[in-house]
């Protein structure tokens, strides 16, 4: 692992990220013990419940104190610390192609890419499960669940083949997403969420309705917030065929308006459906992005 | 009311009013094309505000387009004046329109002629008239001249010839147009001028005609700034071949400020330039040397680069080059008679061919001399002849009158006759005054020879001489006088040429003079100064005039203007040469006198420098006639109604002013609601 270079992935980005783990909202829901608590019953060393012995259990678990104080036969229940499950979906659509017209930063889908490698490589790193699903108008690639480096690289390779194209239909992908994932653990969803619509918030939900934790990072250029320094522009559509003649300077405050709305209200729905929304920006190092979200996390707890 | 222009030319601006929508053009921001991922919210949030942009594009560049127009017909000082259909109502009128049509209306201001905007004021007046009106129109140039010859009812040809008519090169003779004028209306009617009032035509106009109405249009307002050459001499006169010559011009400035002018001179083998230094409203004189190598005619020209007033920026020369200068001398004595006067005089003048290669000596006794002589001589040196026919008499006042110089010496019995009335003498002979022991001689113009002064006669004595009494008034002729007052040595001009009379004794008898080397180098210095006067050929448009050719044989002699045209010329005589009768020259230049397709002489018309200078007259200043009233119309008046017309340029000027204003104003409120990146939004 420590020689692992990729575009995506390096030492200098390990290095930032040393010190930040992923812990999800709930609890885990994982194949293998890990360091993460879970609904499962196990042999871990916190006390959960008792239960009545029935015939096949593992008379190791009977105690034998409360047989001595009633005579009867109980089990000692444990909690066990399970192994997390993270679900990483990333948005590789047309719009995310974009890196601006005059203040030039990687493509919103590289730093996307980016954000989930250091995600993944969080969750390898704590022995957790990694999945990765590419994304657009359909579900591309599914990398179902694993914990291995071997997985970390696949991961690397899949992101580093995207490439952006096509409409988005991300609320139909994540259904897809959903039906193929086995346990609840945690969904990180990059994308720049252009196409949020009922369809998508209702994917949300279902996961939400089984107990993910679902991160949305929110991936937008500079540019998308404050639109390009042109004095005039012919502003064409990414995943259509429409184009529309703008001087920026003259419509900036009104876009302005519009799209602060539009990132509100993803906000809002998120804080609704008690998921997390981090808004990066292609301009900011999504390492150090990243580590900000989750000690801001972590201090939230 | 109707639209009038003060500077129509100016109207040409309103071409630029689609300057802004051509700017707009050149310099739009072009469009640079982003594939946008939040599209949908642009088109959402903008889409409204793409109108308004546009919206606000097109009333800007209106506004542009309306200031650009203002301020074209700002410039073009437009005023209204009444239409003719107003004139209608009112009585018939009697009107003579003089119009200026002198050399100096030919001059331009801003871009317009003088005569151009008399013309169109003038035809204003005679669209204005009341139906029933008569009128005349008369052009003012050294002659007046009406364009019909009574008044007449018939507006619309006045009206085209009128429009029709050109700037003469002449003269103007205000006096005399305001004379014709006059008689056309015979004490009723109106007389409107249009004129440039310059003063140097106008100052002569003692009074406007009276019980008339004179309504004054002074067609500018001040000065139009002109450089002018206003003559051009060459000294010798008549040089002959080898001969060093000097030929100047004077360059005169009409204008306030000072000028630095380039005068070229082009005159057959000779093209020359130098420069003059111009005070303001002053002159300078530019000098070229010039020693022609041949005999023959020669016809050139000075001039000065073109200006507002170009016809007066060249002046033409015509130059007869001779082979020699033909002295006759006309003496009884025998050439070998070393006690006669003719003797030393022949002598002095050419003491042998290579001494004096310039100058052909004829020696003819009084009654051998011939027309042929006569009519050819530059000079005429007569010596005591005995006698002289009135036939040689005539000639030689003629020629003289004609350009030629006549050298009397009083010496004689005959000294009397040497006296020609006709060239008006400075004095007439008296009694003979004798001393034995001399008298000298004291000279009254100190320097007037280049080489003697008064020194190298004291030591002279005279034994005998004429006594004479030249009156005060040509005491400016003396150069030399006997101490008691009666005149020894006079140069006078007569006609175009010149006299000298020399009242001293030119025998060995009558004292040393004759033998002293001093003599000759009078004789010489006599002939230079003889030769000094270079009256200009003062023939000028609008004049009739003759010219002398020399001519030979019977071939037809014609005349051709500068345009190569020919000119009817009536002979007047003819012999070696032959002088003819000219028609008025319309325009100045060079007219070449030929004779079987050869020229034989050429003659220049130049325009009169009157006419350079263009500064105008006080009008107000004119006196009016007996119960005449004087109108000086100035201004965008109207010229027909002598009604104040209302001016318009101000409220362009307002409206360019409120549109520029608005263009501000706008920009600036539009401006702010632009926002640039990271600004936080209005």
């Given at each position: 692992m420590a020689t692992l270079q990729h575009p995506y992935l390096n030492l200098a980005a390990m290095e930032a990220l040393r010190g930040v783990r992923l812990s999800p909202r709930g609890a885990a829901e994982g194949t293998f013990a890990g360091p993460h608590k879970s609904h499962f019953r196990g042999t871990a060393v916190e006390f959960a419940d008792y239960r009545e012995y029935s015939p096949g259990d593992d008379i190791r678990l009977v105690d034998w104190k409360v047989f001595a104080r009633t005579d009867r036969h109980y089990l000692r229940l444990y909690d066990a610390e399970r192994n997390l499950l993270t679900y990483l979906v990333v948005d590789k659509s047309g719009s995310m192609e974009f890196s601006g017209a005059v203040a030039r930063t990687p493509p919103k889908l590289e730093y996307a890419a980016r954000l989930a490698a250091a995600l993944g490589y969080l969750v390898l790193r704590e022995g957790d499960e990694l999945g990765l699903s590419l994304v657009d108008a359909k579900l591309h690639q599914h990398l179902a669940a694993a914990a291995s480096w071997s997985q970390m690289s696949r991961v690397l390779d899949s992101l580093g083949n995207a490439r952006a194209e096509g409409k988005t239909d991300l609320g139909a992908c994540l259904e897809q997403v959903f039906a193929q994932t086995k346990r609840r653990g945690v969904l990180a969803v990059m994308s720049d969420f252009l196409d949020a619509d009922a369809r998508f918030w209702k994917s949300v939900d279902l996961f939400r309705s089984s107990r993910f934790d679902v991160m949305l990072f929110h991936i937008v250029h500079p540019e998308e917030i404050d639109l390009p320094a042109v004095a005039a522009a012919r502003f064409v559509e990414t995943e259509g065929g429409g184009h529309f003649n703008a001087e920026p300077d003259a419509v900036r405050a009104v876009y302005r308006r519009r799209f602060d709305a539009f990132l509100s209200e993803i906000k809002a729905n998120c804080q609704a459906r008690g998921c997390d929304w981090y808004l990066a920006k292609t301009s900011d190092d999504p390492y150090g992005f990243l580590r900000n979200c989750f000690l801001a996390r972590e201090n939230g707890r | 009311m109707n639209w009038a222009f003060t500077n129509p030319l100016m109207l040409a601006g309103l071409a630029a009013v689609g300057l802004p929508l051509l700017i707009h053009w050149l310099t739009r921001a072009r469009p640079r094309r982003i594939a946008f991922p939040p599209f949908k919210f642009l088109v959402e949030a903008c889409a409204g505000q793409q109108a308004v942009n546009r919206l606000r594009t097109i009333v800007l560049l209106i506004i542009r387009c309306l200031l650009v127009a203002a301020l074209a017909l700002m410039f073009a000082r437009p005023f209204l004046k009444s239409t003719g259909a107003a004139a209608n109502v009112q009585p018939a009128r009697r009107v003579v329109l003089l119009l200026d049509a002198s050399l100096s209306m030919r001059a331009v201001q801003q871009g317009v002629p003088l005569y151009a905007r008399a013309q169109a004021e003038a035809a204003d007046v005679l669209r204005a008239l009341p139906s029933g009106s008569e009128a005349a129109v008369i052009l003012e140039g050294a002659t007046p001249r009406s364009l019909l010859p009574a008044l007449s009812e018939n507006i619309p040809a006045l009206h085209d010839l009128l429009v029709k008519s050109q700037p003469t090169f002449e003269n103007g003779d205000p006096a005399a147009a305001l004379t014709l004028a006059a008689k056309m209306l015979n004490g009723n009617g109106t007389i409107y001028v249009f004129s440039d009032f310059q003063k140097s035509n106008w100052e002569p106009v003692r009074e406007l005609p009276g019980g008339l109405a004179c309504r004054l249009r002074p067609v500018t307002a001040e000065a139009v700034d002109n450089v002018a050459i206003t003559a051009a001499r060459l000294v010798p006169a008549a040089p002959v071949a080898g001969e060093p010559a000097e030929i100047s011009c004077t360059v005169f400035n009409c204008s306030s400020k000072p000028r630095v002018e380039t005068v070229r001179l082009e005159l057959g083998e000779f093209t020359r330039e130098t420069r003059v230094t111009l005070p303001p409203f002053g002159m300078a004189d530019a000098a070229f040397g010039v020693t022609f190598s041949r005999a023959g005619s020669f016809a050139g020209k000075v001039m000065l680069a073109p200006d507002n007033l170009s016809e007066d920026n060249t002046r033409y020369l015509a130059v007869n080059v001779g082979k020699a200068l033909e002295i006759v001398l006309v003496s009884d004595a025998d050439e070998s008679d070393w006690k006669s006067s003719a003797y030393y005089i022949s002598r002095a003048l050419v003491p042998s061919p290579q001494a004096a290669p310039g100058i052909y000596l004829v020696r003819r006794r009084g009654q051998d001399l011939d027309r042929g002589i006569l009519e050819t001589a530059d000079v005429f040196c007569l010596a005591a002849p005995a006698t002289l026919s009135g036939e040689a008499v005539e000639i030689i006042t003629r020629r003289v009158n004609e350009g030629a110089r006549l050298i009397s010496f009083l010496d004689g019995p005959t000294a009397a006759a040497l006296i020609f009335p006709a060239l008006n003498p400075p004095f007439q002979l008296q009694n003979t005054v004798v001393s034995q022991a001399g008298n000298p001689v004291t000279m009254s113009?100190?320097?007037?020879?280049g080489e003697l002064d008064a020194g190298d006669f004291s030591a002279l004595r005279f034994r005998r001489h004429f006594q004479n009494h030249p009156p005060a008034s040509r005491?400016?002729?003396?150069l030399f006088s006997f101490?008691?007052?009666?005149?020894?040595l006079t140069i006078s001009p007569a006609g175009r040429g010149a006299m000298v009379l020399v009242n001293l004794p030119l025998t060995p008898d009558g004292g040393d003079f004759i033998g002293n080397p001093i003599f000759p180098a009078t004789l010489h210095e006599l002939l230079r100064a003889l030769r000094q006067d270079s009256a200009e050929s003062t023939v000028t448009p609008g004049a009739t005039w003759t010219l002398d050719a020399p001519t030979a044989g019977e071939g037809v002699v014609t005349v051709t203007d500068p345009d190569e045209k020919n000119v009817a010329a009536q002979i007047l005589s003819s012999g070696r040469t032959t002088r003819l009768a000219l028609p008025p020259a319309k325009t100045p230049g060079i007219y070449s006198v030929k004779q079987a397709d050869a020229v034989v002489a050429y003659a220049v018309v130049n325009v009169d420098p009157r006419e350079s200078d263009t500064r105008p007259l006080a009008v107000e200043s004119l006196k009016p006639g007996e119960k005449s009233a004087v109108t000086v119309l100035r201004?965008?008046?109207?010229?027909?109604?002598?009604e104040k017309a209302r001016d318009l340029w101000p409220r362009f000027a307002a409206a360019a002013a409120i549109l520029l204003a608005a263009e501000m104003l706008l920009l600036a409120l539009w401006r702010s609601a632009k926002t640039k990146p990271g600004e936080a939004a209005p």
């Amino acid at each position: 692992m420590a020689t692992l270079q990729h575009p995506y992935l390096n030492l200098a980005a390990m290095e930032a990220l040393r010190g930040v783990r992923l812990s999800p909202r709930g609890a885990a829901e994982g194949t293998f013990a890990g360091p993460h608590k879970s609904h499962f019953r196990g042999t871990a060393v916190e006390f959960a419940d008792y239960r009545e012995y029935s015939p096949g259990d593992d008379i190791r678990l009977v105690d034998w104190k409360v047989f001595a104080r009633t005579d009867r036969h109980y089990l000692r229940l444990y909690d066990a610390e399970r192994n997390l499950l993270t679900y990483l979906v990333v948005d590789k659509s047309g719009s995310m192609e974009f890196s601006g017209a005059v203040a030039r930063t990687p493509p919103k889908l590289e730093y996307a890419a980016r954000l989930a490698a250091a995600l993944g490589y969080l969750v390898l790193r704590e022995g957790d499960e990694l999945g990765l699903s590419l994304v657009d108008a359909k579900l591309h690639q599914h990398l179902a669940a694993a914990a291995s480096w071997s997985q970390m690289s696949r991961v690397l390779d899949s992101l580093g083949n995207a490439r952006a194209e096509g409409k988005t239909d991300l609320g139909a992908c994540l259904e897809q997403v959903f039906a193929q994932t086995k346990r609840r653990g945690v969904l990180a969803v990059m994308s720049d969420f252009l196409d949020a619509d009922a369809r998508f918030w209702k994917s949300v939900d279902l996961f939400r309705s089984s107990r993910f934790d679902v991160m949305l990072f929110h991936i937008v250029h500079p540019e998308e917030i404050d639109l390009p320094a042109v004095a005039a522009a012919r502003f064409v559509e990414t995943e259509g065929g429409g184009h529309f003649n703008a001087e920026p300077d003259a419509v900036r405050a009104v876009y302005r308006r519009r799209f602060d709305a539009f990132l509100s209200e993803i906000k809002a729905n998120c804080q609704a459906r008690g998921c997390d929304w981090y808004l990066a920006k292609t301009s900011d190092d999504p390492y150090g992005f990243l580590r900000n979200c989750f000690l801001a996390r972590e201090n939230g707890r | 009311m109707n639209w009038a222009f003060t500077n129509p030319l100016m109207l040409a601006g309103l071409a630029a009013v689609g300057l802004p929508l051509l700017i707009h053009w050149l310099t739009r921001a072009r469009p640079r094309r982003i594939a946008f991922p939040p599209f949908k919210f642009l088109v959402e949030a903008c889409a409204g505000q793409q109108a308004v942009n546009r919206l606000r594009t097109i009333v800007l560049l209106i506004i542009r387009c309306l200031l650009v127009a203002a301020l074209a017909l700002m410039f073009a000082r437009p005023f209204l004046k009444s239409t003719g259909a107003a004139a209608n109502v009112q009585p018939a009128r009697r009107v003579v329109l003089l119009l200026d049509a002198s050399l100096s209306m030919r001059a331009v201001q801003q871009g317009v002629p003088l005569y151009a905007r008399a013309q169109a004021e003038a035809a204003d007046v005679l669209r204005a008239l009341p139906s029933g009106s008569e009128a005349a129109v008369i052009l003012e140039g050294a002659t007046p001249r009406s364009l019909l010859p009574a008044l007449s009812e018939n507006i619309p040809a006045l009206h085209d010839l009128l429009v029709k008519s050109q700037p003469t090169f002449e003269n103007g003779d205000p006096a005399a147009a305001l004379t014709l004028a006059a008689k056309m209306l015979n004490g009723n009617g109106t007389i409107y001028v249009f004129s440039d009032f310059q003063k140097s035509n106008w100052e002569p106009v003692r009074e406007l005609p009276g019980g008339l109405a004179c309504r004054l249009r002074p067609v500018t307002a001040e000065a139009v700034d002109n450089v002018a050459i206003t003559a051009a001499r060459l000294v010798p006169a008549a040089p002959v071949a080898g001969e060093p010559a000097e030929i100047s011009c004077t360059v005169f400035n009409c204008s306030s400020k000072p000028r630095v002018e380039t005068v070229r001179l082009e005159l057959g083998e000779f093209t020359r330039e130098t420069r003059v230094t111009l005070p303001p409203f002053g002159m300078a004189d530019a000098a070229f040397g010039v020693t022609f190598s041949r005999a023959g005619s020669f016809a050139g020209k000075v001039m000065l680069a073109p200006d507002n007033l170009s016809e007066d920026n060249t002046r033409y020369l015509a130059v007869n080059v001779g082979k020699a200068l033909e002295i006759v001398l006309v003496s009884d004595a025998d050439e070998s008679d070393w006690k006669s006067s003719a003797y030393y005089i022949s002598r002095a003048l050419v003491p042998s061919p290579q001494a004096a290669p310039g100058i052909y000596l004829v020696r003819r006794r009084g009654q051998d001399l011939d027309r042929g002589i006569l009519e050819t001589a530059d000079v005429f040196c007569l010596a005591a002849p005995a006698t002289l026919s009135g036939e040689a008499v005539e000639i030689i006042t003629r020629r003289v009158n004609e350009g030629a110089r006549l050298i009397s010496f009083l010496d004689g019995p005959t000294a009397a006759a040497l006296i020609f009335p006709a060239l008006n003498p400075p004095f007439q002979l008296q009694n003979t005054v004798v001393s034995q022991a001399g008298n000298p001689v004291t000279m009254s113009m100190s320097k007037f020879f280049g080489e003697l002064d008064a020194g190298d006669f004291s030591a002279l004595r005279f034994r005998r001489h004429f006594q004479n009494h030249p009156p005060a008034s040509r005491a400016g002729d003396t150069l030399f006088s006997f101490p008691d007052g009666s005149a020894a040595l006079t140069i006078s001009p007569a006609g175009r040429g010149a006299m000298v009379l020399v009242n001293l004794p030119l025998t060995p008898d009558g004292g040393d003079f004759i033998g002293n080397p001093i003599f000759p180098a009078t004789l010489h210095e006599l002939l230079r100064a003889l030769r000094q006067d270079s009256a200009e050929s003062t023939v000028t448009p609008g004049a009739t005039w003759t010219l002398d050719a020399p001519t030979a044989g019977e071939g037809v002699v014609t005349v051709t203007d500068p345009d190569e045209k020919n000119v009817a010329a009536q002979i007047l005589s003819s012999g070696r040469t032959t002088r003819l009768a000219l028609p008025p020259a319309k325009t100045p230049g060079i007219y070449s006198v030929k004779q079987a397709d050869a020229v034989v002489a050429y003659a220049v018309v130049n325009v009169d420098p009157r006419e350079s200078d263009t500064r105008p007259l006080a009008v107000e200043s004119l006196k009016p006639g007996e119960k005449s009233a004087v109108t000086v119309l100035r201004g965008e008046e109207e010229v027909a109604t002598g009604e104040k017309a209302r001016d318009l340029w101000p409220r362009f000027a307002a409206a360019a002013a409120i549109l520029l204003a608005a263009e501000m104003l706008l920009l600036a409120l539009w401006r702010s609601a632009k926002t640039k990146p990271g600004e936080a939004a209005p």
